[in-house]
Every structure is written in C-alpha cells, then in structure tokens.
C-alpha cells in the first residue's frame, strides 16, 4: 500500500544533527540537573552517567556490544571495614549548643534527664550539664 515511500524504521543518524542537537541538549541538562539530587543511590548516579557518557551515539544490540571496550573492573571492597569515629565529647554548654534541638533531647533521654520539646537548646543543654554534675558527686 504505502510503497517504498515509508521507511520501515527510522535511525538517529538519518536525522540532521542541527535538528537532534537541541534535543540533546535539553536532555543532558536534565541529566546533569538530576545528578545534583542529594538523595541518588551510588548505583542510580552511575546510571545517569553513563547516560550522559553515551548521549548522541548509536546503540550498540546483541553480540556486538561484546564487542565493545568496556570500564575497568571495579576493585574489590575493602576486607576490613574502617573503624567508626570516636563519638563527639560534649562537656561544655557550647558543644551542646552546637547540637540540633532534637539532637539535645535524645541526648537528654539517653542520660534520663527530663527535658521537654518545649524548651530551648539553652534550657535543655544546661539541664543535661546539671545532671551531669550532680552524678559526679
């Protein structure tokens, strides 16, 4: 019916690049405006990278993508996990004004200090230093 007039598939390459250009474009700066997410899994970020890496060049199917140089091997995990680093010591009213409000009242809780959500960073920070020192006496 339609002849040879229709292509039965379409390639990127028989599409003029001044017409793919912008398109390109405006999909790399979504790629890049994505990678800014602060809540990306390492492997999600790797993903769009890659995006980025091969935006604008042909896909490679099947057996030929072998074919391909692919990335170094990752190197293995370390066999020993780093040690965690020794807690803050909070002793003095400034280090525990540098804690955030909810921070001081799980501070609180955990030494059994009655505190209240109510109160000020100030108020709570000297409830716990008071409480700690009437258990050194």
Not at 17 to 24: F, V
Not at 31 to 58: D, F, H, V, Y
Not at 97 to 108: N, R, T
Request: cysteine-free; charged content about 30%.
């Amino acid at each position: 019916m339609w002849g040879d007039a229709v292509p039965r598939f379409l390639s990127a390459k028989d599409i003029p690049m001044a017409k793919r250009k912008p398109h390109l474009n405006r999909y790399r700066r979504q790629l890049r405006e994505a990678l800014l997410n602060p809540g990306l899994t390492k492997e999600k970020r790797a993903e769009i990278k890659e995006q980025l890496r091969t935006l604008g060049q042909p896909k490679i199917y099947g057996a030929a993508k072998a074919a391909t140089p692919q990335h170094p091997p990752t190197p293995p995990p370390d066999p020993e996990p780093d040690p965690e680093p020794a807690p803050k010591v909070l002793e003095t009213l400034e280090d525990l004004m540098g804690e955030g409000h909810a921070d001081l009242l799980g501070i609180a809780e955990g030494e059994g200090v009655e505190a209240y959500k109510s109160w000020t960073k100030e108020r709570i920070a000297q409830a716990i230093l008071d409480h700690r020192a009437e258990a050194a006496e």
